[in-house]
């Protein structure tokens, strides 16, 4: 399984316009080779450079497994979006403090849809799908200074 994002390449630069001096929207983003077997996929964006620990900027489950794109600043149709660490039930683009950080688009194909509320958070979404996942996937940009 592979994800990819269409306006930066992995380990490379995110453009201004998908952070909080941007924007803050959602960039888009491709998958390709889902497992056939994959029921849903779940997308969690993170940050692991924060000072506070891991940083969850996005999080989204029960993804079509047969979608090949997310359009910028949208979550799939029929997908659920969680509450970021920024407590928001959305996307929130990088907005490093200070420094140069690392974020992780991570995509999971799951052997079963997510029974959550929307009100669940990334941290507990990722708790929910460990004993589900066939395979996962990543990309990852930077933003700072």
């Not at 316009?17 to 849903?40: R, T």
């Amino acid at each position: 399984m592979q994800i990819s994002c269409l306006t930066f390449v992995n380990n490379n630069q995110i453009p201004l316009k998908y952070s909080c001096k941007g924007d803050n929207v959602s960039p888009p983003l491709a998958i390709s080779d889902v497992p056939k077997s994959a029921k849903s996929l779940a997308l969690i964006m993170h940050d692991p450079d924060s000072p506070d620990g891991t940083f969850i900027h996005w999080a989204v489950w029960n993804i079509d497994p047969t979608i090949t794109n997310i359009v910028e600043d949208t979550a799939p149709v029929g997908s659920s979006v969680g509450v970021n660490d920024f407590g928001q039930q959305a996307y929130g683009g990088p907005c490093p403090q200070n420094g140069t950080h690392h974020y992780i688009f991570e995509l999971y194909a799951l052997d079963t849809m997510l029974n959550l509320p929307e009100t669940t958070t990334g941290v507990d979404v990722t708790i929910n799908m460990q004993s589900h996942i066939l395979t996962k996937a990543r990309t990852m940009g930077t933003f700072g200074e």
